[in-house]
């Protein structure tokens, strides 16, 4: 994101300034023609009315702007009448069309002087004392040009500039891409970390029952017809419920399928969580009830809806190991419907409330961490959220908010 944010960044900056620049570059030459021609019309002006007024050319040689290089009449012989150069005066401007009639018309060119400097070069017709002439006034250009000169300096500043700022951008992108790398280099490793974390707990959680089932299974064959034999075998079938639920836990969590969504009542399925809590609870005297208004439906996996709350209902009677209260509430609010599972049991230390949701974290010492990483997983995938509010001793509560089903 940041990438392309920084990319379009400076394209919108560059392409103003590479289009501003060019244009201006591009008005500058027709800018010092006309400047030049404005110039060189004045002069024109200028030299005509001192030539009418001093028929012997006198006060023209007087005339010396420091813009003009120099100026000549022509009469239609093509005979000099007038030159700066006073040693050019009666000789032909141009030796091959002497004696022939010139036609005398208004034109403006560049022109290369002997000193190698470029000039720009006007001819007008004028008229002395009722005789057309031409007028050849050839101007210095410098201070004209002053203005190319600056449009060209602005456009090699302004594409310095945006070299400079792609330059940086790469750069920026470059170091972009290298923390971006490091991220994901950090990610790896502490998914590698959780790996070994989740190894171990594996190892150790598996290793306890296992070594249950194998001591009960060994009585069990050396004297298969003794009487103890039976309460040896359920806890046989007790360990390997356990072991079981903990790899039917870690495929759930590991599962990346979508769900299947339907709708469904919330009421019959806090009826029916309940009926399966039911039996714990009691036996821990815990007391269960449950608030649910009437038509209250969500749109989500009811399955895994119901595994997410039977987690939260164990978790919570776990938390209560001399009874307390178990309440579940269910309420439609607009376009969600939120579910409430709430306990008076110890509650969750301060520094454990901001790990509860990751896996494998855990405070018991039978626990795999995965309750409630699972009922967040269960939850966000259905397109809802999760939230824990819990303060040590006075017990927890746990809202779930999720799609609330669609009525025609």
Same mark, same amino acid.
């Given at each position: 994101?940041?990438?392309?944010?920084?990319?379009?960044?400076?394209?919108?900056?560059?392409?103003?300034?590479?289009?501003?620049?060019?244009?201006?570059?591009?008005?500058?030459?027709?800018?010092?023609?006309?400047?030049?021609?404005?110039?060189?019309?004045?002069?024109?002006? $200028?030299?005509?009315?001192?030539?009418?007024?001093?028929?012997?050319?006198?006060?023209?040689?007087?005339?010396?702007?420091?813009?003009?290089?120099?100026?000549?009449?022509?009469?239609?012989?093509?005979?000099?009448?007038?030159?700066?150069?006073?040693?050019?005066?009666?000789?032909?401007?141009?030796?091959?069309?002497?004696?022939?009639?010139?036609?005398?018309?208004?034109?403006?060119?560049?022109?290369?002087?002997?000193?190698?400097?470029?000039?720009?070069?006007?001819?007008?017709?004028?008229?002395?004392?009722?005789?057309?002439?031409?007028?050849?006034?050839?101007?210095?250009?410098?201070?004209?040009?002053?203005?190319?000169?600056?449009?060209?300096?602005?456009?090699?500043?302004?594409?310095?500039?945006?070299?400079?700022?792609?330059?940086?951008?790469?750069?920026?992108?470059?170091?972009?891409?290298? +923390?971006?790398?490091?991220?994901?280099?950090?990610?790896?490793?502490?998914?590698?970390?959780?790996?070994?974390?989740?190894?171990?707990?594996?190892?150790? +959680?598996?290793?306890? #029952?296992?070594?249950?089932?194998?001591?009960?299974?060994?009585?069990?064959?050396?004297?298969?017809? +003794?009487?103890?034999?039976?309460?040896?075998?359920?806890?046989?079938?007790?360990?390997?419920?356990?072991?079981?639920?903990?790899?039917?836990?870690?495929?759930?969590?590991?599962?990346?399928?979508?769900?299947?969504?339907?709708?469904?009542?919330?009421?019959?399925?806090?009826?029916?969580?309940?009926?399966?809590?039911?039996?714990?609870?009691?036996?821990?005297?815990?007391?269960?009830?449950? +608030?649910?208004?009437?038509?209250?439906?969500?749109?989500?996996?009811?399955?895994?809806?119901?595994?997410?709350?039977?987690?939260?209902?164990?978790? $919570?009677?776990?938390?209560? #190991?001399?009874?307390?209260?178990?309440?579940?509430?269910?309420?439609?609010?607009?376009?969600?419907?939120?579910?409430?599972?709430?306990?008076?049991?110890?509650?969750?230390?301060?520094?454990?409330?901001?790990?509860?949701?990751?896996?494998?974290?855990?405070?018991?010492?039978?626990?795999?961490?995965?309750?409630?990483?699972?009922?967040?997983?269960?939850?966000?995938?259905?397109?809802?959220?999760?939230?824990?509010?819990?303060?040590?001793?006075?017990?927890?509560?746990?809202?779930?908010?999720?799609?609330? $089903?669609?009525?025609?």
């Amino acid at each position: 994101m940041f990438k392309k944010a920084a990319v379009l960044l400076v394209i919108l900056v560059t392409v103003p300034m590479l289009w501003f620049s060019i244009y201006d570059y591009r008005q500058a030459g027709p800018i010092a023609q006309e400047n030049l021609r404005g110039l060189a019309l004045s002069l024109t002006t $200028a030299i005509e009315n001192l030539a009418a007024n001093d028929p012997s050319f006198k006060t023209l040689h007087a005339f010396h702007p420091v813009d003009v290089a120099y100026f000549a009449l022509i009469d239609r012989r093509g005979v000099y009448r007038f030159h700066s150069n006073k040693d050019l005066i009666g000789i032909a401007s141009d030796p091959e069309s002497a004696g022939r009639t010139q036609l005398l018309a208004r034109s403006e060119t560049r022109v290369l002087l002997g000193t190698g400097e470029r000039a720009y070069q006007f001819t007008s017709p004028v008229t002395v004392q009722g005789e057309p002439l031409a007028l050849v006034l050839t101007l210095h250009t410098y201070q004209a040009d002053a203005v190319i000169r600056r449009a060209r300096l602005n456009a090699t500043i302004v594409f310095g500039l945006v070299l400079a700022g792609w330059l940086l951008c790469a750069v920026l992108i470059r170091y972009a891409r290298r +923390e971006e790398s490091h991220k994901q280099e950090l990610a790896r490793r502490e998914a590698l970390a959780k790996l070994g974390e989740m190894g171990a707990l594996l190892a150790h +959680e598996i290793r306890n #029952p296992l070594a249950g089932i194998k001591g009960f299974a060994q009585v069990i064959a050396a004297k298969p017809q +003794e009487a103890r034999n039976g309460p040896f075998a359920q806890s046989i079938v007790t360990e390997a419920v356990r072991l079981e639920a903990l790899v039917n836990d870690l495929l759930t969590y590991a599962s990346n399928e979508p769900s299947a969504s339907g709708e469904f009542q919330l009421c019959d399925l806090l009826d029916h969580v309940l009926s399966l809590l039911e039996p714990e609870a009691s036996a821990q005297g815990v007391e269960i009830t449950r +608030e649910c208004t009437g038509g209250v439906s969500a749109r989500a996996n009811r399955d895994r809806v119901e595994q997410a709350l039977l987690n939260l209902g164990r978790n $919570a009677l776990q938390a209560m #190991p001399d009874g307390g209260m178990l309440r579940f509430t269910a309420e439609g609010q607009g376009r969600e419907t939120v579910i409430t599972v709430e306990d008076n049991g110890h509650g969750i230390a301060d520094e454990h409330r901001p790990h509860v949701f990751e896996p494998f974290f855990t405070t018991k010492s039978r626990g795999t961490g995965l309750g409630l990483a699972l009922c967040k997983k269960i939850v966000e995938g259905n397109g809802g959220s999760i939230t824990l509010h819990s303060r040590e001793g006075e017990g927890t509560r746990v809202i779930l908010s999720l799609p609330a $089903a669609t009525h025609k």
